[in-house]
């Protein structure tokens, strides 16, 4: 596709339940990234990974948060046992190697822990 | 700490009127300053500012950043109901592994009324 993919939109998971995000990063982008929007918030950094590597990853809230990029392109935040302040939105974004720091965003995940 | 405030935090006007946006910044390494547009979605793309006093234009929009005094403006003329939306500054940093995570302010929600 043209832009940066999620899925899926929204996402209703218990307290305690593991959940998956998934982003398509734009095709040939080898900088992706991750976000956590809280309502009323502008987006917090979470990680970053260039290409499969993951070269940032000081954001992450807590170890409940993992993310991967195994070969490069598409990648998966996973949030295990979740807690009612993992409730935001997920926001993913890539940007190409050179071309500027435009990063592209996708349309987000709205995660909401009951 | 990279730090990204921004000012006013909400704005109403009439349609015609002309606004102005702050955003002051506090960042190690300094690398450039990027401006978004968020409405119901993942934020889109304004403008990235990387020198001092170089006016960016684009249609009614327009930006300017000064590194000195560590601040950008963003100024819409004769606004439109269009144009209401929660405008994002975020600032990026030099790091030593290339592409890096942007340090967002909680933006400016601007509502333009008839």
């Known amino acids: 596709g043209a832009g940066v993919s999620q899925s899926p939109r929204y996402k209703v998971a218990k307290r305690g339940q593991d959940v998956a995000l998934r982003c398509d990063p734009i095709?040939?982008?080898?900088?992706l990234f991750w976000y956590q929007q809280a309502l009323g918030q502008g987006p917090e950094f979470l990680t970053y990974?260039?290409?499969?590597?993951?070269?940032?990853k000081s954001g992450l809230p807590s170890d409940r948060f993992f993310a991967e990029r195994p070969e490069g392109s598409v990648s998966t935040l996973k949030i295990q046992r979740t807690q009612q302040e993992d409730s935001a939105v997920y926001l993913c974004a890539s940007s190409s190697w050179e071309g500027g720091r435009e990063q592209y965003f996708g349309p987000g995940t709205r995660l909401t822990v009951t | 700490e990279d730090k990204v405030v921004q000012s006013p935090l909400s704005l109403v006007v009439h349609e015609g009127d002309t606004v102005t946006l702050n955003c002051s910044y506090e960042?190690?390494?300094?690398?450039?300053l990027l401006w978004y547009k968020q409405e119901k979605k993942a934020p889109t793309f304004l403008f990235m500012l990387t020198s001092s006093g170089i006016e960016k234009k684009s249609g009614r929009l327009s930006s300017i950043l000064d590194k000195k005094e560590l601040f950008s403006i963003l100024n819409i003329t004769a606004t439109q109901t269009g144009d209401s939306a929660i405008y994002l500054c975020?600032?990026?940093?030099?790091?030593?592994?290339?592409?890096?995570?942007?340090?967002f302010g909680k933006g400016t929600h601007l509502i333009i009324q008839p």
């Open positions: 960042v190690t390494n300094f690398r450039s």
């Open positions: 095709s040939g982008h080898v900088s």
């Open positions: 990974f260039q290409n499969e590597a993951q070269l940032d």
């Open positions: 975020a600032v990026e940093a030099h790091s030593g592994g290339g592409a890096d995570g942007l340090t």
